[in-house]
């Protein structure tokens, strides 16, 4: 079945993601790009970057159709979500959690958001850059955990999330292309209450969305347990490609 609803490209930063700057627009309904990938192509709808963003980084002049998207903007949206501990204290997921709520996709497909870092050589199409998910968090202890999360939730939402890069990633959902994005299977969410409930009881939540503040209320072995459950929920089928 051919969904008709949005289609959601999210661009990242890895070196592979200039492939993106000559695909055709036809597959995609919005093109979301977090921190530098607004360089990439001129014609992205939202810019997505957390409020350390270096003001010289981030466009001087926006067309009528550009917004930028702010902790103003994405914090309630991922708070709707669960809140960051248990959604993962990234850009790429943040943005993910951002495009369910605002957007309410059919489709979400991510490029140069795989979170795989050379040991030589750049690390981003600019060059090297500061390996955002790489760093000492408490929410980031398995990216793989919180895609897979992230991935339930968009099918919840009758949303496929798919990668449009191939190789090593650390999102378990399934790689295609821009033409069979909506052929993937969606994802079984038919668990994800009963996850969703362990994480309210364990009341990790943090409405300003700064959790880092408070990082010593959190448990990871438990939050390593919760992890392990979003993992356990996902089905051989929900990663398999088109």
Known sequence: MTSTGPKVLILGSAPCVQEAADWSRGPFTHIL??????????????????????????????????????????????????????????????????????????????????????AQGNTHFYGKGQADPLRKDITLRSLEAKSARLMQYAARQGCR???????????????????????????????????????RALGYFVPSGRYWQVATRFDPVELDRIDRLWLGNIQPQDVKAA
């Open 33 to 118: 790009a977090i921190n530098n990938a607004w360089r990439v192509r001129s014609d992205w709808d939202f810019l997505i970057h957390p409020e350390d963003f270096p003001e010289e980084n981030q466009p001087q002049h926006l067309l009528p159709n550009q917004q930028i998207i702010t902790a103003q903007d994405y914090v309630p949206a991922q708070n709707a979500y669960g809140g960051f501990v248990y959604a993962g204290g990234t850009m790429a997921f943040t943005a993910g959690y951002w495009a369910l709520h605002a957007l309410k996709p059919d489709v979400i497909a991510y490029f140069g958001c795989d979170m795989v870092y050379p």
């Open 161 to 199: 999330m798919v990668r449009l890069s191939k190789g090593e990633s650390r999102l378990v959902c399934p790689s295609t292309d821009p033409n069979h994005m909506s052929q993937t299977h969606l994802a079984d969410a038919s668990r994800l209450d009963h996850v969703e409930a362990q994480e």
